[in-house]
C-alpha cells in the first residue's frame, strides 16, 4: 500500500536514505516528515475498483515499486496520493460511482491534491463533457471526449505514439473501443499525444488521462511519469 521512494530507481531525484539516517533523519516518518524534505517520499495509490481493468494496473504498479491498493469504497480514498481510474465501460463506472458516492468523493479527494490518471473509459469519466449522450461523469479535466471516437471498423488496434514526454522511443498504445479528445475546453490542458490528429493523451495539472491502455502492454513508462511527474510533483506542492 505504501511506496517508498528511496528503493525505486525511478525517484533519481531523492538523496541516499543511508545519507538521511546519517544525518539523523527520520527514515519513514510522519505525514509532516513525508513532504518536508525531498530525501523522503512515500506514494499512497490506489486503483478504483468498480470495473474493468483493475488488476492489469495493479500489476503495472507493483512492477513500478508501489504496492497499490484496490479501492472499492469511498472511505479508501481518504490519505491516497493518487488514484487510477481503469478502462472498462465507463457508463457502468459511472453508474456504480453514484451509487457509492464516488462522485462526491473523488473530486473532494482531487480538491485536496489527489493526482488521478485515468486510462480509456476513465478518460471519458474524467472528463467534463462528452459528445453525445448523458452519463455520470467526474467532469474534473476539461476536455470534451467522444466516446468508441475511432469507429466500429477499427475499434481495437495497436500503434507507435510519439509521446515527447516519455523521450524518443515510441510508446505502443493499445486501443480498445477508444474514446479520443474531441477537444480542450480550457488553456492549460496539455496535448501530450495525437494519433492520426486526434488528441489521445492529456495532462492538466494534478490529472492525466490516456486513450489507450498503457496497463495491457509491458511498456511501465506512462506509469513512472504518472508517479514521478504528476503525483509526486503534486505531493511536493500542495
Ligand atoms: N468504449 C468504452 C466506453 O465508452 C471504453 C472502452 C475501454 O475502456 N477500453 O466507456
Request: charge should be negative; glycine fraction near 10%; hydrophobic fraction near 50%.
Given at each position: 500500500m505504501s511506496f517508498r521512494a528511496s528503493e525505486n530507481p525511478l525517484f533519481s531525484w531523492h538523496a541516499d536514505p543511508s545519507?538521511?539516517?546519517?544525518?539523523?533523519?527520520?527514515?519513514?516518518?510522519?505525514?509532516?516528515?513525508?513532504?518536508?524534505?525531498?530525501?523522503?517520499?512515500?506514494?499512497?495509490?490506489?486503483?478504483?475498483?468498480?470495473?474493468?481493468?483493475?488488476?492489469?494496473h495493479l500489476n503495472m504498479l507493483a512492477e513500478?515499486?508501489?504496492?497499490?491498493?484496490?479501492?472499492?469504497?469511498?472511505?479508501?480514498?481518504?490519505?491516497?496520493d493518487g488514484l487510477i481510474v481503469p478502462g472498462g465501460e465507463?457508463?457502468?463506472?459511472?453508474?456504480?460511482?453514484?451509487?457509492?458516492?464516488?462522485?462526491e468523493a473523488i473530486p473532494a479527494a482531487h480538491a485536496g491534491g489527489m493526482?488521478?490518471?485515468?486510462?480509456?473509459?476513465?478518460?471519458?469519466?474524467?472528463?467534463?463533457k462528452i459528445t453525445e449522450g448523458a452519463q455520470p461523469l467526474l467532469g474534473?479535466?476539461?476536455?470534451?471526449?467522444?466516446?468508441?471516437?475511432?469507429?466500429?471498423?477499427?475499434?481495437?488496434?495497436?500503434?507507435?505514439?510519439?509521446?515527447?514526454?516519455l523521450g524518443d522511443i515510441p510508446f505502443k498504445g493499445v486501443f480498445i473501443r477508444a474514446p479520443w479528445v474531441e477537444r480542450a475546453l480550457a488553456e492549460d490542458v496539455e496535448v501530450l499525444a495525437t494519433h492520426n490528429g486526434h488528441i489521445v493523451a492529456v495532462r492538466q495539472g494534478r490529472?492525466?488521462?490516456?486513450a489507450f491502455h498503457p496497463e495491457l502492454t509491458d511498456d511501465g513508462r506512462m506509469h513512472e511519469y504518472f508517479l514521478e511527474k504528476v503525483v509526486a510533483s503534486a505531493r511536493r506542492t500542495v
Open positions: 545519507e538521511l539516517a546519517a544525518a539523523g533523519t527520520p527514515l519513514l516518518g510522519d505525514s509532516e516528515h513525508r513532504t518536508s524534505f525531498e530525501g523522503l517520499l512515500v506514494l499512497r495509490i490506489g486503483v478504483l475498483a468498480l470495473q474493468g481493468a483493475v488488476r492489469e513500478c515499486g508501489v504496492e497499490a491498493q484496490a479501492v472499492k469504497w469511498s472511505q479508501e480514498l481518504d490519505g491516497l465507463s457508463t457502468t463506472i459511472g453508474k456504480l460511482m453514484v451509487r457509492y458516492g464516488f462522485h493526482a488521478i490518471y485515468g486510462t480509456c473509459a476513465g478518460l471519458i469519466i474524467l472528463a467534463k474534473l479535466l476539461d476536455v470534451e471526449a467522444r466516446r468508441n471516437a475511432f469507429g466500429r471498423q477499427v475499434a481495437s488496434f495497436e500503434a507507435d505514439l510519439a509521446l515527447p514526454i490529472l492525466l488521462a490516456s
